[in-house]
Each structure stands twice: as C-alpha cells, then as structure tokens.
Nanobody, 123 residues
Framework: QVPLVESGGGLVPAGGSLRLSCTAS????????MGWYRQAPGKERERIGC????????RYADSVKGRFTISRDNAKNTLWLQMDGLEPADTAMYYC????????????????WGQGTQVTVSS
C-alpha cells in the first residue's frame, strides 16, 4: 500500500473553493489509479471521484460533477482535488487512496486509509 498524506482542508464559506492535495511517498505511486473519498458526520464513506494512472480518465459522483476536478502530476507524486462552488453538504473528512483502476466499482474500498483532511463549508 502506498503511503499517502492528504492536506489543504479548512473552513470555507458556501460558494468558495479549496484545493486538496494528496502526496505519495515513493516513485511507484504513478502506477496506480487514484480516488478521492469523503465521509460526512453520521454517513458512510463515499468515493467522489477517481483518475486513471495516466491522468487521461476521470470519473465523478453526481453530487460533485461539474464542481470538483481531479488532477495528478506523477512526476511530483501528487494528486489534487479542486473543489469549486462548495456547499454545506460538502462538509466532510476527505481522503485519497490508490485503487486498481478508474473507473472501478464503487463497492470496492481501499484496505487502508490515511488521516484525511477536514473540509468544513459554512452556510
């Protein structure tokens, strides 16, 4: 499992933007598709999007489509989640994780999770 560290969360007003980062240690991280997940208080963790290892393919959950953008730079071992038009419903802990491919069945979950980064959107 590739060690991953999420960062960039914070408190933002509704309609605002944030960019989350996910940094992987080790050069082998570029061999994986990557997913962004979130877990809101009292709710199950959900995958909100993913990107293929090449970066050419992305998929998004309907709840974030058109507002969130996933990108990656394999040379920097970094993944980003650009979040625009944030809503209070986006308040959650956000996680990144490697996954076998993108797209990939939503039923699959990574075996390990990092610490995540908290995003709070005020109304």
């Amino acid at each position: 499992q590739v060690p991953l560290v999420e960062s960039g969360g914070g408190l933002v007003p509704a309609g605002g933007s944030l960019r989350l980062s996910c940094t992987a240690s080790g050069s082998h991280s570029k061999d994986y598709a990557m997913g962004w997940y979130r877990q809101a208080p009292g709710k199950e963790r959900e995958r909100i999007g993913c990107i293929s290892f090449s970066g050419r393919t992305t998929r998004y959950a309907d709840s974030v489509k058109g507002r969130f953008t996933i990108s990656r730079d394999n040379a920097k071992n970094t993944l980003w989640l650009q979040m625009d038009g944030l809503e209070p419903a986006d308040t959650a802990m956000y996680y990144c994780a490697a996954q076998p491919a993108c797209p990939y069945p939503n039923e699959w979950e990574p075996p390990n999770w990092g610490q995540g980064t908290q995003v709070t959107v005020s109304s």
